[in-house]
Nanobody, 120 residues
Framework: QVQLVESGGGLVQAGGSLRLSCAAS????????MGWYRQAPGKQRELVAI???????NYADSVKGRFTISADNAKNTVYLQMNSLKPEDTGVYYC??????????????WGQGTQVTVSS
């Protein structure tokens, strides 16, 4: 199985920055993609950013130009640098990893979530 440990959430004023980290461990044969989702109160979970093992990235329109996703493949770790934060960025941020635990066993794994609160 793959375990994910997230860190870096917290409370910040609008315009501030935070950096989230997510480290994957356990039985990992390969990682296809790593990403971040968020869920605001009363809303559905949405994709924030994703990065493939080839380095291709995709962002939600609402965070383009403000957030940057990156990965350290040697450490199986993904980062989300969040700048110019807005109150609407508030929510629980979840790490997501698409990986193979064995040659044939592929799955999607979720972190426990980390709270990000942006005050106005």
């Amino acid at each position: 199985q793959v375990q994910l440990v997230e860190s870096g959430g917290g409370l910040v004023q609008a315009g501030g920055s935070l950096r989230l980290s997510c480290a994957a461990s356990g039985t990992i044969f390969s990682i296809h993609a790593m990403g971040w989702y968020r869920q605001a109160p009363g809303k559905q979970r949405e994709l924030v950013a994703i990065i493939t093992n080839g380095g291709n990235t995709n962002y939600a329109d609402s965070v383009k130009g403000r957030f940057t996703i990156s990965a350290d493949n040697a450490k199986n770790t993904v980062y989300l640098q969040m700048n110019s934060l807005k109150p609407e960025d508030t929510g629980v941020y979840y790490c997501n990893v698409q990986a193979k635990a064995t040659v044939i066993l592929r799955g999607t794994y979720w972190g426990q979530g980390t709270q990000v609160t942006v005050s106005s």
